[in-house]
């Protein structure tokens, strides 16, 4: 996500418990992930983990950025 994006998100986030709630969710699947970072070798069952997690980010990263473009597209059109 780029800074801007960041920005707005932290904005939205005071009155849009949904935002909230996608943000908080993306940040601990980026925390897991970095759990998975920190070891050498991964177990098939932890590899595995590891993809789930990272689908998990991928659509909670996805569903934010449709809100963000919600957002702008509104702004635009008002």
């Known amino acids: 996500m780029e800074r801007r994006d960041e920005q707005i998100i932290q904005q939205l986030m005071v009155h849009d418990d949904v935002m909230r709630t996608l943000y908080v969710e993306h940040q601990e699947l980026k925390h897991q992930l970095e759990a998975f970072r920190d070891k050498i070798h991964l177990s098939t ?34």
Do not use: F, P
């Open 45 to 78: 069952e932890e590899e595995l983990e590891k993809k789930r997690i990272q689908k998990l980010k991928l659509a909670s990263k996805d569903k934010l950025m449709a809100i963000l473009e919600r957002h702008h597209n509104y702004h635009e059109a008002h």
